[in-house]
């Protein structure tokens, strides 16, 4: 089993460019999150699924779009990049969203914006 | 508001033992998580504490106490390769996982 898969692991873009990230997992897991990671801050929410073709703003949703079409995949877009949107952005998964869901990370994507 | 509150930096020496701590408030409380971070890495999952008390798996133990809003990592015996952030993650009343800046263990030889 891959586990979580994310793409690309790095990425370059101008401002206002636009692209996808792309998550993948093969356990089944109902839950799907994308997260953004900045230097001196914990890891912040950006949106989540509760299953198929559901989402949820998290945190710090905007800027961001999401799309769960298929149960084992997630996708993050970004319509309009701004330097500000320069992080590492971790996809994760769970079973489920109750007690003990204990979430499983994809290798994360290396963002700037120039 | 909710807060998540850890040392920034930890500098311990092989073969001893190292206590991380962190303190939380956070609307509800549905268990407290400590992942393990090395540099450039995903997260992995280390320990999960829902009641009061001491959970021990190998070198590494954590401990809680929800009267206090508080709990810690301790490592023992520790080893090079646990050079790593440790974060501290909360469940929240509606589920989701709210997150500590990290604490970054320097180990040294």
């Known amino acids: 089993n891959a586990g979580v898969t994310q793409t690309p692991k790095f990425r370059v873009l101008k401002t206002g460019q636009s692209m996808t990230l792309l998550c993948a997992q093969d356990?089944?897991?109902?839950?799907m999150y994308w997260y953004r990671q900045d230097p001196g801050m914990g890891l912040r929410l950006i949106h989540y699924s509760v299953g198929e073709g559901t989402t949820a703003k998290g945190e710090v949703p905007d800027g961001y779009n999401v799309s769960r079409l298929k149960k084992q995949n997630f996708l993050l877009g970004l319509e309009s990049a701004a330097p500000s949107q320069t992080s590492v952005y971790f996809c994760a998964s769970s079973r489920s969203g109750e007690v003990y869901n204990e979430q499983f990370f994809g290798p994360g994507t290396r963002l700037t914006v120039l | 508001g909710q807060n998540i509150d850890q040392p920034t930096e930890m500098t311990a020496t092989e073969g001893a033992i190292v206590q991380i701590n962190c303190t939380y408030q956070?609307?509800?409380?549905?268990?407290l998580f400590w992942y393990q971070q090395h540099a450039g890495e995903a997260p992995t999952f280390l320990s999960y504490n829902v009641l009061d008390g001491l959970e021990e798996k190998g070198r590494f133990s954590s401990f809680l106490s929800r009267s206090k809003g508080y709990s810690y990592l301790l490592l023992k015996e520790l080893q090079m390769k646990d050079s790593a952030s440790y974060l501290c993650a909360v469940g929240d009343s509606n589920y989701q996982l709210i997150w500590g800046a990290g604490t970054k263990l320097i180990i040294k030889p």
């Open positions: 356990m089944n897991h109902e839950y």
């Open positions: 956070t609307s509800g409380f549905n268990g």
